[in-house]
């Protein structure tokens, strides 16, 4: 079974969770889920036999807090720990990937607005031309800029689990 697989899997079972274990669940799903450079495959493994034990938590009546102790975020992280890294090659194709799709999306707007100013307002060039030195500088800044805003906004997330 893959990572999309036991995803779905997992979906289908949350709907059994009392409502109780289900929010302590879905704050513990989103708190390892956030841990960014775990293998999915695992993560995801780890999160079906987390489910698994508050089902049947759920059938002896107790909740996420009297299986799993008081401080859920401390046993996240040591779930966390234990989940094996990803693959570096994996890694590496993802990050080409998001540079990839972060190149077309600001050539493909730069070619909407060139061909918009040209043909409708009459200004600029019936051509498109990149400058190469310029046009690196943009997408590296606009990588750097976009990684920092990813960063904030996981850690964002990670802090606001297990808020009540």
Known sequence: MDAKDIIKLNNEKRELLSDVNKEYYEDMLSYIRLSTNKSEQQTEEVLLELLEHLLEADRNGQTAKEVFGEDLKAYCNELISEIPGEKTS???????????????????????????????????????????????????????????????????????????
């Open 90 to 164: 994996k890694n590496v194709s993802f990050i080409a990937f998001l540079i990839l799709d972060l190149a077309a999306i600001i050539l493909i707007f730069q070619g909407v607005i060139g061909f918009g100013l040209y043909y409708f307002f009459g200004l600029g060039n019936n051509y498109f031309s990149i400058p190469i030195g310029s046009g690196l500088l943009i997408v590296v800044i606009n990588m750097i800029l976009l990684a920092v805003t990813i960063m904030i906004i996981i850690r964002w997330l990670k802090n606001s689990s297990f808020k009540p």
